[in-house]
């Protein structure tokens, strides 16, 4: 077997596609079609999924689309002319977060949507498409919401401009990750302190002491025949003794029958 790196041996196009995505800022009047978009949606819909509930979806305006969501965008911001943004590209796509009702909190299936919105953008771009991702404070606007036909557990989490990518034109460059910067170990290291080594021993005696006594309450205990006996008499003594209420207070009631008689 080869000591060479795993990069020089496989081909490795999801790591290559994610290294080469840039953000346009500007692009070209081309655009793919609705089936290449559906494509690509299927695709990007397989992020993880908590329950699978599939709390999203994409709304694609083209054409007029675009003129209506420049109204809905300057009344949101209280201007008298409608914002000329939504036209810097032939296609616009809104990604909305559409809650369900489950036990996933609504955070999870908000970061489900961003994530379709995330590989989307990556397979654009790899399609051969310009992609930017557009957001702004007026994507929870009322009109703007109005304008997209949100429901009342939607929310719009913002919008991918996508055009062809221009030929003389240079995508927006950013800074080399610096990872090391962002990843870290538990505090501690790989090595578990001494004291939580004996902690987690002592737990798990304790849990097991505790399971050994409750199952030693379960055990059924042998009948004690004489204590059953004498609380079989006592509840035969009470019996009895309501019963001779019960008689007395009939006797009074015949005898004050017989005195109203008379």
């Known amino acids: ?4 790196a795993p990069d020089a041996e496989l081909a490795r196009p999801a790591l290559e596609a994610v290294r080469a995505r840039r953000s346009w800022s500007k692009v070209t009047d081309a655009a793919p079609t ?11 819909g397989r992020v993880a999924d908590h329950s699978s509930l599939r709390p999203w979806r994409i709304i694609e305006l083209r054409g007029d689309d675009r003129r209506v969501l420049g109204a809905a965008i300057a009344k949101a911001e209280g201007d008298a002319k409608p914002s000329t943004k939504p036209l ?9 977060a559409s809650y369900r009702h489950s036990k996933v909190p609504r955070w999870e299936q908000e970061a ?13 771009d790899e399609a051969g498409w310009g992609v930017f991702w557009r957001t702004g404070s007026y994507t929870r606007s009322k009109a703007v919401a109005k304008a997209h036909g949100l429901g009342k557990d939607e929310e719009l989490l913002g919008w991918l401009y996508v055009g ?4 003389r034109s240079r995508p927006s460059r950013r800074k080399a990750v610096d990872a ?5 170990r538990m505090p501690g290291g790989a090595a578990l302190p001494d004291e939580l080594v004996h902690w987690r021993k002592d737990s798990a005696k304790a849990a097991a002491k505790k399971k050994k006594a409750k199952k030693g309450k379960k055990a059924k205990k ?23 209420k019960a008689a007395q207070r009939a006797e009074k009631t015949r005898a004050r029958a017989a005195t109203t008689v008379e």
């Open 164 to 167: 062809g990518k221009p030929e």
């Open 88 to 96: 810097r590209a032939p296609l616009v796509i809104a990604v909305v």
């Open 112 to 124: 489900v949507a961003s994530g379709v919105a995330h590989v989307l953008s990556l397979l654009l």
């Open 1 to 4: 077997m080869s000591d060479a």
């Open 222 to 244: 042998p009948t004690d025949w004489v204590a059953k006996a004498e609380k079989a008499e006592r509840k035969a003594q009470k019996a009895e003794r309501k019963a001779q």
């Open 180 to 184: 090391h910067s962002h990843v870290s």
């Open 34 to 44: 609705h089936a290449e978009l559906v494509t690509l949606v299927s695709a990007a």
